[in-house]
C-alpha cells in the first residue's frame, strides 16, 4: 500500500522559515518524480516544486529563490525549506510522486503565514 505522509506545517509569521517533509512508503521511491503542491482556500491545487529521479530540481516563479527542494533517497524522504514566507503561501501543502501515468498524494498539511 503507497503512503505519503506529510509533516510540518504551521503557524509562521511574515519572513519566517518552515520546513516540510513528506515520508513515502510502498514504492520505489528512488523512481518516481517527487514534488510538492499547494491549495490555498477558493483556489485550484498549484504545483510548486518537483525533484526529479534524475536529480533536477524546478520552482513555479512564485517560490523561486525562497523555496529548497530535496530529497533524501535513503529516507525515502523528499523535503521543502520554506524562507521568506508570505502571506500568499497559506496554503494546503501536498505531496506528490509521479511516475508515468501514476500519482500518488498524502494528505496534506496547512502552512499559514500571518503576523
Known amino acids: 500500500q503507497v503512503q505519503l505522509v506529510e509533516s510540518g506545517g504551521g503557524l509562521v509569521q511574515p519572513g519566517g522559515s518552515l520546513r516540510l517533509s513528506c515520508a513515502a512508503s510502498?514504492?520505489?521511491?528512488?523512481?518516481?518524480?517527487v514534488g510538492w503542491y499547494r491549495q490555498a482556500p477558493g483556489k485550484q491545487r498549484e504545483w510548486v516544486a518537483t525533484f526529479t529521479s534524475r536529480g533536477g530540481t524546478n520552482y513555479a516563479d512564485s517560490v523561486k529563490g525562497r523555496f529548497t527542494i530535496s530529497r533524501d533517497n535513503a529516507k525515502n524522504s523528499v523535503y521543502l525549506q520554506m524562507n521568506s514566507l508570505k502571506p500568499e503561501d497559506t496554503a494546503v501543502y501536498y505531496c506528490?510522486?509521479?511516475?508515468?501515468?501514476?500519482?500518488?498524494w498524502g494528505q496534506g498539511t496547512q502552512v499559514t503565514v500571518s503576523s
Open positions: 510502498g514504492i520505489i521511491f528512488r523512481l518516481y518524480d
Open positions: 506528490n510522486a509521479h511516475v508515468a501515468s501514476w500519482d500518488g
